[in-house]
C-alpha cells in the first residue's frame, strides 16, 4: 500500500504517536476505520519484515492505537487536517483553530468539486480536496453516512463512534454533507456541473447491488441479501423491534452463504440477535476463505458452525412461503481455477439437508447502476463498473473521475481509500489546469 | 427534511399531503416514487407521488392507513416535517406517445394514476381512466382524474356510485363493448393488479403493472424488493416498479408481501393502544 510502515513504528516506538498518525495519512486518510478492519495479514503483515522469524508485528493493532490516540487528544488535527507541518515532534500548537493555510493553495478556494457517496473512498477525497481549499459537497443516498462502513459493517468490529468522528472532522473541514440525495435521480451529474456550478465531481458510489445464487427457492421469506440482513439490523435497528419499526425474522436457526468478510459479520451479528444456529456454508476450504483471520477465529469463537466444501443447490419452503431447508451438496477441490484458488466440484451422491429458518447470502455485489445509467458519456464495462484510469480514477467523461467499488466491485477499505487519494490528486491537477485555461480564454 | 405545506382529508383513512421538495419535483416524472422515514425509529416505505409541480417546488403524495408508518404519516399536519423525503425514485413509467391508453387505479392507486393521465394527456394520446373504491364516500381524486382524461369511469364495489363491480370488470366491459385500447397501466393494490393481468391477457392487451413490494433502501442496495418477471429476479426498486403484467410473478409478489403480516399487526397494535 506504499505505507510508510518503518517510519510509523519507529515514531509509536519514540512515544510520538500523533507524529506516527499523521506519517501514515500521507498515505491512508482513514487509520482508525483501516486498523480495525484491513486485513493486515493478507496485506501489511503478510510482508512484515521480522516475519518467519517471530509473529509479525501487529500492525494493524498500533494502526488502531495511534489512530485512536489521535482522535481522543488532538483537536487540532480535526481541523486543520492531517499533513500540517509538525515541529519537533512537540504537540502541534492549539491555536490554531482555523484551517492551517500553509497547504492552501488560493486557486482552489472556492471551487467546488462534488462528491458521491460516503463510503471511505469519498470520505478520503472530500478531505484531502478540503484540505487544498477546495469547497467540498457529499451527497449521500441513504439518511446516514460512511457508506459500508456505516450499513454494513457491524458496531462490534467498528464502532459507529468512529465514523461519525470521521465525518465530524471533514464538517470541521468545510465539507457540506448532503443526505437522502441520490446522484442520477435527484440531482444529476449534468445537473451538477451544468446548473450548480460544480467543477468536478467524484464518484464513490460503491457497489451495492447484491448478488444471488440463482438456484430455486431464492424468494422464498427469509432468505436475505448480507446487505438486506446488515442493513435492517445496523441502519434501522431491526433488533429491537419493536421500539424501532423495521422488523427482521430472528431467534431461528440460520446459515450464511460464503466465507468473505461479509459473511463473518453476518454470522456473529446473527448470533448476538440470538439465532439458535448459525452456521457459515462456502463451497472451498478454510484455506480459501477471504475473511480476516482475526474475524473468523472470533466467529468460531462465538458458537458459528463451518460448513466447508459445501454449496446449496436448493432452498425449501414451506406452505406459507417460510424457508425450513436448504439442500446442500459437499465438494472436492480440483485444479486451480482463474482466481488461483482451487475449483470446486459437486461430489457425486452427497446431497444432504440442513434444516434452517433463514439463509443470508454473502456472495459479493455488483456495482451499482444509477449513475452509470444516467450519465451520458460515462462509459461502464460488461459488468457495469464505470471505466476509469486506475492511476487517476479520471472516467470518459471530461471532469468525473470515480474510485473504490463502483470501479472494482467487491473489495476492500483500503483499496477504495486509496483510490480516493489518488482521485483526489488528479482532481487538483485538472481543476488547476481548467481554472488556468479558463482565465486565458477570459483574457483572450 | 421535508415540510409539509398543505393537508387535505379525502376519506376517513385517505389524506393527501403537498409537500415542499423542490429537488425531487424538478426532476420527477410520472411513476416514480419517494421513500419515507417518519422519524427516527421510522421504517423506510416506499410511497408513490400522486402529482408533482416544478413551478411551486413540492410533490404530492397520497397516503392511506393501513400500517403503523401510514399511520404516523396521516397524522402529520401542515408545518410538519417529515425526516427522510427522498426521490424520485425508480424508472418513469414507460408511457406510449400516441393511440389510446387505459389507466386503472384502486385504492390509493386511484390518485396515483393522475400524473400518468396528466402526462398522456398533454402529449395527445387518448386517456381512459378506471377507478374504484369500495364505496362512494371512500373514492379519492376522480375529479382531478377526470380532468385530465378523455374517459373517466367510475367503479363502486357496492354500486354507491357508477358502474357496480371492480375496475377489472369495468374494463372487460368496455373491451367487449368493441373499445380497443393500445396498452392498460394500473397502480394499486397487488390483488388487483394480479386481476388485471387475468383479465387483460386473453385479449393480448398489453398491460403494465406498478410493483409495490417491501423496500428498505428503495435505491437498489438490498434486494428486499426482487420480484421474478419472466423467470429472472429484479428488483422493483431500480428496474421498476412497472413491469410486464403477463409476465410477473404475481403468486410469489403476494406471498412475499406479506413476509411481516405478524409484525406489521403487532406494531398497528401497539400503536393504536398507545393513543
Ligand atoms: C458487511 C461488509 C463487511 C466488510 N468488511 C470489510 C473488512 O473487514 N475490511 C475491508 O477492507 N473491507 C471490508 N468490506 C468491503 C468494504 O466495506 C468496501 O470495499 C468499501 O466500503 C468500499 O468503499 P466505497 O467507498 O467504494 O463505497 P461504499 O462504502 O459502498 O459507499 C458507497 C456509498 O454511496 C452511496 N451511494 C450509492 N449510490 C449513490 C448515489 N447515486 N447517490 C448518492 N449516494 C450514493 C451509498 O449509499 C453508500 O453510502 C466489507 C463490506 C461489507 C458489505
Ligand atoms: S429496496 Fe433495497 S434493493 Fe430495492
Known amino acids: 500500500m506504499g505505507v510508510p510502515i518503518r517510519d510509523f513504528i519507529k515514531l509509536i516506538a519514540e512515544g510520538k504517536p500523533l507524529e ?37 508485528v501487529s500492525i494493524g493493532a498500533l494502526e488502531r ?3 485512536d490516540y489521535e482522535l481522543a487528544h488532538d483537536s487540532v488535527a480535526l481541523i486543520s487536517g492531517n499533513t500540517a507541518p509538525i515541529s519537533n515532534g512537540a504537540t502541534p500548537s492549539r491555536n490554531g483553530s482555523k484551517p492551517s493555510h500553509d497547504l492552501r493553495d488560493s486557486k482552489a478556494d472556492g471551487q ?107 424468494n422464498f421469506k427469509g432468505v436475505y441479501s448480507a446487505n438486506e440482513f446488515l442493513t435492517r439490523v445496523n441502519l434501522m435497528r431491526a433488533n429491537r423491534f419493536p421500539e424501532y419499526d ?25 448470533i448476538r440477535v440470538g439465532a439458535r444456529e448459525a452456521s457459515v456454508v462456502y463451497r472451498r476450504s478454510d484455506k480459501e476463505m477471504t475473511a480476516r483471520i482475526e474475524d473468523y477465529r472470533d466467529a468460531e469463537e462465538e458458537g458459528a458452525v463451518f460448513e466447508w466444501q459445501t454449496n446449496p443447490v436448493r432452498i425449501l419452503g414451506n406452505e406459507d412461503g417460510f424457508v425450513y431447508a436448504m439442500e446442500c451438496v459437499r465438494m472436492e477441490l480440483g485444479e486451480p481455477d482463474e482466481s488461483g484458488r482451487r475449483r470446486p466440484t459437486p461430489i457425486p451422491d452427497s446431497l444432504f439437508i440442513m434444516e434452517l429458518d433463514m439463509v443470508v447470502m454473502a456472495l459479493g455485489t455488483n456495482a451499482n447502476p444509477t449513475v452509470g ?72 | 427534511m421535508a415540510r409539509i405545506l398543505k393537508k387535505r382529508s379525502l376519506t376517513p383513512i385517505t389524506s393527501l399531503f403537498v409537500v415542499e421538495s423542490p429537488l425531487i419535483a424538478r426532476n420527477a416524472q410520472p411513476g416514480q416514487f419517494v421513500m419515507v422515514r417518519i422519524n427516527e425509529r421510522g421504517e423506510r416505505i416506499p410511497v408513490t407521488f400522486t402529482d408533482y409541480d416544478v413551478g411551486e417546488g413540492t410533490v404530492t403524495v397520497v397516503v392511506q392507513e393501513v400500517g403503523k408508518t401510514t399511520r404516523m404519516f396521516s397524522s402529520l399536519d401542515e408545518g410538519d416535517e417529515i425526516l427522510d423525503f427522498v426521490g424520485p425514485l425508480g424508472c418513469p413509467a414507460p408511457l406510449l406517445e400516441q393511440g389510446h391508453v387505459v389507466l386503472l387505479g384502486g385504492g390509493f392507486g386511484a390518485a396515483a394514476i393522475l400524473t400518468l393521465a396528466r402526462e398522456l394527456h ?46 377489472t370488470t369495468q374494463l372487460k366491459q368496455l373491451i367487449d363493448q368493441g373499445n380497443r385500447f393500445d396498452e392498460a397501466f394500473t397502480i394499486g393494490p397487488v390483488a388487483m393488479m394480479r386481476a388485471l393481468a387475468e383479465t387483460t391477457r386473453p385479449y393480448g392487451l398489453k398491460t403494465q403493472v406498478s410493483m409495490d413490494p ?58 393504536k393502544a398507545g393513543g
Open chain 2, 214 to 271: 417491501i423496500m428498505v433502501d428503495g435505491t437498489g442496495m438490498c434486494g428486499a424488493c426482487r420480484i421474478t418477471v419472466d423467470d429472472e429476479l429484479r428488483f422493483a426498486c431500480v428496474d421498476g416498479p412497472f413491469f410486464d403484467a403477463h409476465k410477473v410473478n404475481f403468486a410469489e409478489a403476494i406471498v412475499r408481501s406479506k413476509m411481516y403480516a405478524e409484525e406489521e399487526q403487532l406494531s398497528l397494535s401497539l400503536d
Open chain 1, 112 to 218: 467546488k468539486v462534488a462528491v458521491v457517496g460516503t463510503g471511505p473512498a469519498s470520505l478520503t477525497v472530500a478531505g484531502d480536496l478540503a484540505r487544498l481549499g477546495y469547497q467540498v459537497t457529499l451527497f449521500e443516498a441513504l439518511h446516514a453516512s460512511g457508506g459500508v462502513l456505516m450499513y454494513g459493517i457491524p458496531e462490534f468490529r467498528l464502532p459507529k463512534t468512529i465514523v461519525a468522528a470521521e465525518i465530524d472532522k471533514l464538517k470541521l473541514q468545510g465539507v457540506e454533507l448532503r443526505n437522502n440525495i441520490v446522484i442520477g435521480k435527484t440531482i444529476t451529474i449534468d445537473q451538477l456541473m451544468n446548473e450548480m456550478g460544480y467543477g468536478a465531481v467524484f464518484v464513490g458510489s460503491g457497489a451495492g447491488s447484491p448478488k444471488f445464487m440463482g438456484i430455486p427457492g431464492e
Open chain 1, 20 to 56: 506516527a498518525v499523521r506519517r501514515i495519512k500521507e498515505v491512508n486518510s482513514l487509520p482508525a476505520v483501516c486498523g480495525r478492519v484491513c486485513p493486515q495479514e493478507h496485506q501489511c503483515e503478510l510482508h512484515c519484515v521480522v516475519n518467519g522469524k517471530r509473529e509479525p
Open chain 2, 122 to 167: 398533454s402529449g395527445g394520446v387518448e386517456v381512459s381512466s378506471i377507478v374504484g373504491a369500495r364505496s362512494k364516500d371512500l373514492l379519492i381524486l376522480d375529479d382531478e382524474v377526470g380532468a385530465v382524461s378523455d374517459h373517466l369511469y367510475v367503479c363502486t364495489d357496492d354500486g354507491s356510485s357508477g358502474f357496480h363491480g371492480f375496475v
Open chain 1, 246 to 270: 423495521t422488523p427482521m425474522k430472528m431467534g431461528g436457526r440460520m446459515a450464511v452463504i460464503g466465507a468473505g468478510d461479509t459473511a463473518m459479520d453476518v454470522v456473529r451479528t446473527a
Open chain 1, 65 to 67: 492505537f495511534a489512530a
Open chain 1, 373 to 444: 445509467q444516467s450519465t451520458p458519456g460515462l462509459t461502464t464495462n460488461v459488468a457495469g463498473h464505470i471505466v476509469v484510469d486506475p492511476e487517476t480514477g479520471a472516467t470518459t467523461r471530461r471532469g468525473v473521475f470515480a474510485g473504490g467499488e463502483v470501479t472494482t466491485g467487491s473489495a476492500t477499505v483500503i483499496l477504495a481509500a486509496g483510490a480516493g487519494k489518488r482521485a483526489a490528486a488528479a482532481i487538483d491537477e485538472y481543476l488547476r489546469i481548467e481554472s488556468r485555461s479558463t482565465t486565458v480564454s477570459a483574457v483572450q
